[in-house]
């Protein structure tokens, strides 16, 4: 069977893809696009929107939209979250017993090596190995705890923050020991340098714009150089002594100052209590002479007798024997005669 077709026409009419093209080719623009229009940000986290590299906004923790493309770009900083940067020694492991690289740990002391063979240890030493007031050389080893409190600054001000951070506490962290002698570094000034550390970098951190807040400054360890630990030890024990002397010399003090002071004040009370003894006695015989003096002059026989017979009763009683004299009596010889017939009459 034939067919016969017009000569001159196309049986098939040509294809216009226009009308059909266009909305699936938005199609496919939308579906690949959708993926890079919605956006996360965690509690912990702040979104910095950009758009063509320029801040536009920051948004909080949920899902937001943004222009897809490239258009906007999302930097998502953690603000909540504790950052830690580590001087002097790294934590290989954290746990129970933490590792530490670059330093002797109490179970074992673990080098890194770097990838072109040189020692970790060699770049520790370099940011911790310091000079102190005194002309001095410490090994000082600290960590500086921060957060971002301005995630606009921290991602706009600076270029690198944790480069930053770590090379502006290494700077106020020299300052800081520089002012002090050896013994405040590795005694009684630990204390103080935290603080004031903490302080000067976070002055110094504020004058850039870093948006970092910075929570602690805490000294990890403070050691003298190898080369010099065994006179370093000699000279703590030294201290030791002299402190344990000087301890002793307190103690033997306390024992015998106060027992002192305690015996010239009971002495002091003593005489004290003698004196108004003595004081009050005058007064009180100077009292009664003049009371007898004026009965005196109103009787004076009677006085002269009750004085006689008072002294009398006082001195009988401590004489072994008495003798008693007749007032016609002419001498003691006849009582002397008496007396050497007493003793004959004994023997």
């Known amino acids: 069977m034939e067919i016969n077709l017009p000569k001159g026409e196309n049986p098939f009419p040509p294809f216009k893809a226009g009308p059909v093209i266009i909305p ?3 199609l496919i623009f939308f579906l690949a696009s959708a993926g890079s229009m919605f956006y996360q940000v965690d509690q912990d986290e702040t979104g910095v929107v950009q758009r063509f590299g320029k801040y536009i906004s920051s948004t909080g923790p949920g899902l937001h939209f943004k222009l897809p493309l ?10 909540t979250r504790v950052f830690k940067e580590e001087f002097g020694f790294r934590t290989v492991r954290a746990g129970v017993r933490t590792i530490y690289s670059g330093r002797e740990d109490q179970s074992s002391a673990v080098r890194v090596r770097s990838v072109n063979g040189g020692s970790m240890a060699n770049q520790f030493l370099e940011e911790s190995l310091m000079l102190t007031g ?45 002012d002090r002698t050896i013994d405040e570094v590795l005694t009684e000034g630990r204390e103080q340098i935290q603080y004031e550390a903490q302080d000067k970098l976070q002055e110094v951190l504020n004058d850039y714009g ?34 344990k002397l000087i301890n002793q010399a307190w103690e033997e003090y306390n024992r015998v100052i106060p027992r002192a002071k305690g015996q010239a004040e009971k002495l002091l009370r003593e005489s004290e209590g003698y004196q108004l003894d003595r004081v009050n006695r ?6 009664r002479f003049l009371l007898t003096l004026e009965e005196y002059k109103k009787a004076p026989a009677v006085t002269k007798k009750r004085m006689y017979l008072e002294m009398a009763e006082k001195l009988f009683p401590k004489l072994q024997e008495k003798w008693f004299l007749d007032d016609s009596q002419k001498g003691l010889l006849p009582l002397l005669n008496l007396n050497q017939d007493k003793k004959e009459v004994r023997s």
Do not use: C, H
């Open 24 to 26: 699936f080719l938005i």
């Open 70 to 79: 490239g258009i906007d770009t999302v930097q998502k900083i953690k603000t």
């Open 134 to 178: 005194d002309l001095n050389t410490a090994v000082v080893e600290w960590i500086v705890q921060y957060t971002i409190k301005d995630p606009v600054q921290y991602a706009f001000r600076v270029r690198d923050p944790r480069e930053t951070i770590r090379n502006m506490s290494e700077a106020v962290m020299r300052l800081v020991v520089g």
């Open 210 to 243: 870093a948006g970092i807040e910075v929570r602690n400054v805490i000294l990890q360890d403070v050691n003298p150089p190898d080369e010099v630990k065994p006179s370093f030890n000699e000279v703590n024990e030294a201290r030791q002594e002299k402190e």
């Open 282 to 287: 005058a007064k009180g015989d100077a009292e």
